[in-house]
């Protein structure tokens, strides 16, 4: 848990400084340090674009938030020392509150939460691929009983719990019609699903969505285990009314092949599509009044010398029409894994780099590369007034 600096009163500070006179330093020395007492080291980061950093531990990285009911707490994937952990996090400046899971073999992208009092997610943990479901206790007293809701066979990612018991997940087959084999072009969470820095610094993994000669299919599987596919795509969240399914699922083949989002009943019908273009829409989330949506996307992409371009990911929202498109950061990192507040409040995670000083205001030696949770607030994610008003464009068809 990283400590805040306590303020130096005014009386201690002129003691601290005649100290230092008379103690023989150099009027630049005590010039300095007058300066770095005055500094407040507990002033938030804020990047150009508005964006706040959230976490940063040493030696740690941290990546898909994942907000509480109330908004108060929220899960991150983090990496620590080498191990993967699912961590419970306060939103109010990051610290860390408790590990939630540890060395469960868990997919990164999986966690959600159930209930105020308990979260789930798939592992490989105990020898096969199950939907876990772990009890928080408030986050006082550590966690509490971890259940096995039910095991699951195959290569399963992004499962999401209904009320009714139905697991809806993400199962990838390969395009031999088979299905992706344990072990596979990036489909377990292994050492594999992560790179290394030119350090030798293991780092969590960004685009999970690109498996080579796979395809992904949402399914909704029961309590009894009956599988029922509906509809190919990825990276499902429901509406906050429960009513409406969004995902990314992919359009055009090879070269001109895309990511973009789609929207349906939670029962597969009335599908539409919400994106279209020459670029890829992920990682969809909800505002908490269902008005909005909030995504990761390379729409922008960042001008080289001669005809190169960088993909750029930042965040952008879109109502859930398909209408009043907008970009909401514009950062060269990678940005990504979106989800929003009550508030409006956007939390997601980015490889922004950290300097020496911003690292210094966390009370940390150096710099920091790697994922960590930042957030923007807003306002009209918050804003129930704003009325959407052009329609989306039915799945097959283009938008203008």
Known sequence: MVKRAVPVRSGALLVMMLLAV??????????????????????????????????????????????S???????????????????LCATDGGDPLMVVAADLDLLPASASWLDAHRVGFLSNYRDGMAF?????????DGAGVRRMDR????QLRHALLRADGVLIAERWVSEHGDAAR??????????????????????????????????PYLVQISRHG???????????????????????ARTGHGRDAHWHLFMMDADGSHLLQLTDGQHNELQPAWSRDGRW?????????????????????????????????????????????AAVATDGTIYFHSDRPISKEQA????????????????????????????????????GGSRP
Request: no cysteine.
């Open 151 to 154: 095991r699951l066979d195959g």
């Open 69 to 87: 009911p109330d908004g108060k707490r929220m899960l991150v994937v983090a990496r620590q020392g080498g191990k993967t952990l699912l961590s």
């Open 293 to 337: 949506i909030v995504f990761t996307s390379n729409r922008a992409r960042i001008e080289g010398a001669g005809e190169k371009t960088k993909e750029n990911w930042d965040l952008w929202m879109i109502d859930r029409q398909g209408a009043h498109l907008q970009r909401l950061t514009s950062d060269p990192a990678r940005d990504g894994g």
């Open 226 to 248: 009956a599988e029922r596919r509906i509809a190919e795509g990825m990276m499902a969240a429901f509406s906050p009314d429960g009513q409406r399914l969004l995902f990314s």
């Open 22 to 67: 008379t103690a023989g330093w150099k009027a630049a020395s005590a010039e300095a340090l007058m300066g770095w007492l005055q500094h407040d080291h507990s002033a938030p980061i804020v990047a150009r674009d508005g964006a706040e950093l959230v976490t940063l531990e040493a030696r740690g990285e941290e990546i898909y938030p994942r907000l």
């Open 182 to 215: 344990p072990g596979g072009d990036k489909i377990t969470h292994a050492a594999s699903d992560h790179h290394r820095s030119r350090s030798g610094a293991m780092h969590l993994p960004f685009n999970d969505w690109q498996v080579r000669h796979q395809t």
């Open 360 to 395: 210094a205001a966390r009370q940390l030696r150096a710099g920091r590369r790697g994922f960590h949770i930042w957030k923007l607030h807003v306002a009209a994610l918050a804003d129930k007034a704003v009325q959407p008003a052009q329609s989306a464009t039915p799945a």
């Open 132 to 140: 876990w479901q772990q009890q928080l206790n408030d986050g006082r």
